[in-house]
């Protein structure tokens, strides 16, 4: 009985082992066996590109006995790796607040000052929503630019873009307010909206595919943790601005955070890492991508997240005028958004953790999570189904219901990244990296598309019904979307675990010692 330990090339560090390097260039690796009665001995070789890896094996002892050794060598992202991943994580994490306060910041007092330069209340609906509008049109560009431009190179300038549009954005209030100049006033405010969100859709494209490069056993988790800064941004972004409002202005609000964008940039040059291999990439793989869509299970997620971010957005124009039975000082009101927000931030991470455990849990999470969005919508009116109860409004009831709908809605979304790239990658094979910039984008455009579509559906079913009635409808359209992911589920197969999602060669968070397996013979 002979025993052969063969190794399958990725870059990775052992977990039981040190590395060194002989004065030959050659790198050689020792492992600790506290199990055997031999030791190991492992020589690397540099092969073009590619190492490989012979062990060579001696052992004690006497008799017919016969073992084998298997190497692992896959250290956890969180023990092995945890500064440089912190780092680039924190840079995301910032990249996507900032994007998502880009929206928020403006809306406690924007109307206002729009108003007086002679904006109609429609004119200013439309200024808010062409930023997710353009986010929906120009993400799969962005996505497909990637395989060109790079992923850090690509981050740094929606940074730019963003930053200084934001800046411009609040110089407009030196225009002349007077009423024959209102039409310059608007172009320039559509000019700069659609700048700022051309530099968000860049950004947050760049900064998924970061995710499902450098983080591809823990993508989920970090793709919560960007999830929760979009929930921090809708936290603090109106508080933020309604304070700097109030201290300096329409210019002040504008003027600091573009600046905290553009000084951000060093930050993001330091902490992201460099792809090179994105520009050897065939542009053939970007014409490719789109052979997803015959993937029923990317199809369906994308629904999803659309259905989400409308649910999630449908509220905005909404839920003011129904809070309004309660008489609520302002600081109660604020409570309210606060606890939307709270309860995503506070769950998203911890969904992705599970997503990440356990991959075959994606589409239940999701269903869970439309389940209860669905619950909630019936229960913030509440629903007339509810008869009696319906008649009987109580605010700590909408209260309930609406920390309910934020802790939800990260069920139903942060999944669906997941489960699009493990549908894609072939059970875990892996996938290239222009196909995962595709799905960056893809996301970016389903959510942005849901973003924009969510306020004009809430306030078109609140006009012809009720607020009641309406968040109803909503409900109904939930628990269409949870039967269709069970009918998914039990149609398709669930995932194995994956290996590497995606292959990046000079990643610098990657082990260099990736898989082994033992074959006795």
């Given at each position: 009985m002979s025993s052969s330990v063969q190794y399958t090339e990725l870059p990775c560090s052992t977990s039981n082992g040190s590395l060194d390097r002989r004065e030959d260039?050659?790198?050689?690796?020792h492992f600790d066996d506290t199990t055997s009665s031999g030791s190991e001995t492992a020589d690397l070789g540099q092969t073009g590109d590619r190492e490989s890896l012979q062990l060579l094996t001696t052992r004690g002892g006497g008799g017919g006995g016969a073992t084998s050794s298997t190497v692992t060598g896959v250290k956890s992202f969180w023990t092995s790796t945890a500064k440089q991943g912190r780092l680039i994580l924190f840079s995301l994490f910032l990249v996507q607040l900032t994007d998502t306060m880009c929206i928020s910041i403006m809306i406690p007092f924007f109307?206002?000052?729009?108003?007086?330069?002679g904006l109609s209340a429609q004119t200013i609906g439309w200024v808010f929503a062409v930023f997710p509008l353009v986010r929906f049109l120009f993400s799969p560009l962005c996505g497909q630019m990637l395989t060109k431009v790079g992923c850090k190179k690509m981050v740094v300038f929606g940074q730019a873009f963003t930053g200084c549009s934001a800046i411009a954005f609040g110089l407009l209030d030196y225009l002349d307010s007077s009423p024959g100049h209102s039409l310059l006033y608007t172009l320039l405010c559509f000019l700069f909206r659609i700048l700022t969100a051309l530099g968000s859709a860049a950004g947050s494209t760049a900064g998924y595919t970061i995710v499902s490069i450098e983080f591809k056993e823990n993508y989920s988790?970090?793709?919560?943790?960007?999830?929760?800064?979009?929930?921090?941004?809708?936290?603090?972004?109106?508080?933020?601005?309604?304070?700097?409002?109030?201290?300096?202005?329409?210019?002040m609000p504008f003027a600091v955070l573009g600046s905290v964008i553009?000084?951000?940039?060093?930050?993001?040059?330091?902490?992201?890492?460099?792809?090179?291999?994105v520009h050897r990439e065939s542009s053939l793989d970007c014409s490719k991508s789109w052979r997803i869509f015959r993937n029923a299970v990317v199809i369906v997620m994308g629904m999803s997240i659309i259905n989400a971010a409308i649910i999630w957005s449908s509220l905005q124009p909404t839920l003011e005028p129904h809070l309004r039975q309660f008489q609520l000082n302002p600081a109660l009101l604020g409570l309210v958004y606060f606890m939307i927000g709270a309860m995503y931030v506070i769950f998203s991470p911890i969904v992705g953790w599970i997503a990440d455990k356990?991959?075959?849990s994606a589409l239940p999470l999701v269903t869970v999570g439309f389940v209860l969005t669905s619950l909630?919508?019936?229960?913030?009116?509440?629903?007339?189904?509810?008869?009696?109860i319906a008649d009987n409004k109580k605010f700590w009831l909408s209260l309930v219901s609406l920390a309910g709908l934020g802790m939800a809605a990260s069920f139903a979304v942060v999944p669906c990244y997941n489960k699009i790239l493990e549908a894609v990658g072939d059970n875990g094979t892996g996938i290239s990296f222009a196909l995962s910039s595709f799905i960056a984008g893809y996301y970016n455009s389903c959510w942005s598309f849901g973003e924009f579509s969510g306020p004009l559906v809430g306030a078109v079913l609140v006009e012809f019904s009720s607020f009641a009635l309406a968040n109803s409808i909503l409900a109904v359209l939930c628990l269409v979307s949870a039967v269709v992911i069970v009918i998914l589920h039990f149609f398709n197969p669930p995932p194995m675990r994956r290996k590497s999602s995606v292959v990046s060669s000079d990643s610098p968070i990657r082990s260099d010692l990736n898989h082994v397996e033992t074959i006795e013979e």
């Open positions: 260039g050659e790198r050689v690796v109307p206002k000052e729009a108003e007086v330069k988790q970090c793709y919560g943790i960007l999830q929760s800064a979009i929930g921090l941004g809708v936290i603090i972004g109106p508080a933020v601005g309604g304070l700097l409002y109030a201290g300096g202005g329409f210019v553009l000084v951000s940039v060093p930050l993001t040059l330091y902490c992201l890492p460099s792809h090179q291999e356990r991959p075959s909630c919508l019936l229960l913030i009116g509440p629903s007339p189904i509810f008869g009696a």
